[in-house]
């Protein structure tokens, strides 16, 4: 059974003006609730509910493909973390030049070109 409402406007407390309204707008697209195609003029204030549940979806659907590139993100630094120890520890086993290491004790105060 469909309910057929009635076209009360609550805002002006008389019968709905339609397009002498500046609220009454066309509303495009699918159902978020059915999938069916709509093309329909109506009082915003009454688009709001079906606004809001699509609204929702559209978040939903934000918040999958944000954390599917979150976790293709996390795994691409195991990955690269995983390859720079290999790296470094290849190198430090097998240098191509001899390696110093040696600790600075005094800070570095020279710009580039400072001549004493």
Do not use: Y
Not at 43 to 64: D, K
Not at 88 to 115: C, H, M, W, Y
Request: aromatic residues 4%.
């Amino acid at each position: 059974m469909k309910l057929e409402r009635e076209h009360w406007c609550p805002l002006i407390g008389e019968e709905c003006m339609q397009l002498k309204c500046e609220w009454f707008t066309e509303v495009r697209g699918k159902s978020p609730q059915t999938g069916e195609d709509i093309n329909e003029w109506g009082c915003a204030v009454t688009w709001l509910p079906m606004l809001l549940i699509e609204n929702s979806q559209q978040q939903r659907q934000t918040a999958a493909a944000v954390e599917s590139a979150r976790n293709e993100t996390v795994r691409d630094n195991e990955e690269n973390r995983n390859l720079i120890k290999q790296i470094t520890t290849t190198i430090l086993q097998n240098p191509i030049a001899p390696i110093r290491v040696e600790s600075v004790d005094e800070p570095i105060n020279k710009l580039e070109g400072d001549v004493e």
